[in-house]
């Protein structure tokens, strides 16, 4: 229930950003960008998810919201591509084909964006709290 509370009002930060002239939604996004991972890793509860979240992006913003732009130009990318495939089998093939090649397209883009977040979280935990102590026990082994 918490990740659904959280993702709730990270979607609803983002388009009232956007509404006030783009640049604090893509803020918001920036900030929010490990909101998920820190949930479910962390368990910090909602507000606290939120500030850690919040926390975890300090420094690291303007990269952060260069991967933001290259994620959001990469799934531009599978709609099209999803279009153009329906397109050129239309009539060719089944409606029921089409639909699973469609929700196999959208199936792509949110692991894409999962993994994204996952390996975001995992670097900005290291960026912030540097190295585990089973990291760097494992050099001397």
Do not use: N
């Amino acid at each position: 229930m918490p990740i659904l509370v959280v993702g709730t009002i990270t979607i609803f930060l983002f388009y009232l950003g956007l509404v006030l002239l783009i640049v604090p939604g893509v803020y918001v996004a920036v900030l929010l960008a490990v909101v998920i991972p820190v949930i479910v890793v962390e368990q910090p509860g909602i507000i606290g998810s939120l500030k850690r979240s919040s926390e975890l992006s300090r420094g690291s913003r303007w990269p952060l919201a260069g991967l933001f732009f290259i994620s959001v130009l990469v799934t531009a990318c599978f709609p099209i591509l999803t279009e153009y495939v329906t397109s050129f089998f239309d009539g060719l093939i089944s409606t029921p084909l089409l639909f699973i090649v469609e929700q196999l397209i959208d199936s792509v883009v949110f692991a894409y964006f999962f993994v994204v977040s996952a390996f975001t979280y995992v670097e900005l935990r290291q960026l912030q709290e540097g190295p585990t102590k089973e990291q760097v026990a494992s050099i001397f082994e």
